[in-house]
């Protein structure tokens, strides 16, 4: 089982990136999940994107044995996916459809959007989306923004990881398309 100490190689943090100020109807992102750079275990490769499940984490590999931590909120319990996928497709602003699945299991949310809905700030995948495939293969998982943010730090989505809007779009600006992720299990 991977935990936090598989990628931290020590408590503190190197230094903490810049960050917009996330205030949004009076809510405050938890200090804890701010952008922030660590110093983490050798032996992983730089460009690569690793979540951590069950820490609410996804670490954006650097050089040097560092990363770029940020606080995420991942699927709700049975509905967390883990394994290997790339970055098969990038967008700005994007559309979103609930998957079969979703509208099957909580028709009461989700029907009203089964022709899908448009890009913008209430849009469940927020500011930005990363696609992540398997082989040639869309897995219908998505690193995306949120308008949601308080729900960082949690396990509350329908398997998707999210972030903050301005984190997303930080993220989405440092990685290519092909980009290698892996989604580690609770």
Avoid at 140 to 158: D, E, F, K, M, V
Wanted: include cysteine; aromatic fraction near 8%.
């Amino acid at each position: 089982m991977l935990t936090r100490r598989h990628f931290i190689s020590t408590g503190a943090a190197l230094a903490l990136t810049p960050t917009i100020a996330t205030a949004q109807e009076g809510w405050t992102l938890p200090s804890r999940y701010a952008p922030r750079e660590v110093a983490i275990n050798p032996g992983f490769t730089p460009g690569e994107i690793h979540v951590d499940m069950g820490a609410h984490y996804l670490y954006l590999i650097r050089e040097n044995d560092t990363a770029l931590r940020f606080g995420v909120a991942v699927g709700r319990e049975g509905r967390q996916a883990v394994g290997r996928f790339r970055v098969g497709r990038k967008e700005e602003w994007p559309s979103w459809t609930p998957t079969a699945n979703m509208i099957a299991r909580e028709p009461d949310l989700y029907a009203e959007f089964a022709g899908g809905m448009e890009g913008g700030p209430d849009n469940p995948l927020g500011a930005r989306a990363l696609y992540l495939y398997a082989g040639s293969r869309d897995s219908l998982l998505r690193i995306h923004g949120t308008p949601q943010p308080w729900s960082i730090g949690l396990s509350a989505s329908s398997g998707c990881i999210r972030m903050v809007n301005d984190h997303v779009i930080d993220l989405y600006d440092m990685v290519e398309i092909g980009t290698r992720v892996r989604l580690h299990p609770v």
